[in-house]
């Protein structure tokens, strides 16, 4: 068994996916296709920002045909189908900014690896931008494409080219893998290249700082749960009240009956009689 940091950390997962050969074989796994290039950039943005929304990448690369997108997500965010297809549409439109058509110059694809899972437990889910007749079949005219990835939920049915990769990324989460179970160079690689005894002190500070924000926005979702949960519990106590001042109104049941009805103490019915 070796020790690894997990890739639910973007630092980690950027720090491993950049490297050329890894990012370039992990593309082709996924999408198929030969990315030419010798380097990937990461935090990319685009100057000026296209859109009122700033966007940012965690990996980026692209060679004279393609530009590929991939970006790590391990929060369950609500809105995260909407999130990444919106940063999709911006890396499309960029390429489309100087161009003599509507034709963007490159055929652009996203990858979106959700290593914490997702409320419809599918292990891939895709956007495809191609049109298609009443019988499904594609025109063939438009290329771009948004994988959503989530490892946690690789099965039998799953391609054994995405299986492999998925369950290295969600091996890695309890920070210990076993290498005698995979058999990709690339994946192997990866593992080498986040054993914890390589993580530097950098490293660590910004996987502290992803955790903080992570329970941050976990205490703030439990926050708005409990608030929700006083609310609608006040509101229960409210409907009782109006409901016993009614029953006191009509004078045709003692405070005992109109308390067992509304769960309210004979003492706070006997108040609306006063």
Known sequence: MKKVESLQYGVIFKKAFC????????????LNIDLNIDHVETEKSFKPA???????????????????????????LPDHYHRFLYYHCIAMVETAVSSKDYSPGLSVYTLVVLTSGDRYKKDVGIIDFDPKDIEGRPFGEISHKVM????????DKTPAVWREWMTAINDSLDEEVDESEYTHPEILRVFDLI??????????????????FEALLKQKDQEKHKARLEGRKEGIQETARKT?????????????????ITGLSSEEVKKFSL
């Open 195 to 212: 054993k914890k005894d390589l993580t530097t002190p950098d490293e660590y500070a910004a996987m502290k700082d992803e955790y903080s």
């Open 50 to 76: 296209i859109g009122k929304i700033a966007t940012r990448f965690d990996l980026f690369a692209e060679d004279k045909e393609n530009r590929i997108v991939v970006d790590i997500q391990h929060k369950r």
């Open 148 to 155: 959503y990835v989530c490892p946690k939920y690789a099965n």
């Open 244 to 260: 016993a001042r009614n029953l006191v109104k009509l004078g045709k049941l003692s405070h005992e009956e109109i308390s067992q």
């Open 19 to 30: 490297v050329p050969e890894i990012f370039r074989a992990f593309v082709k796994d996924f």
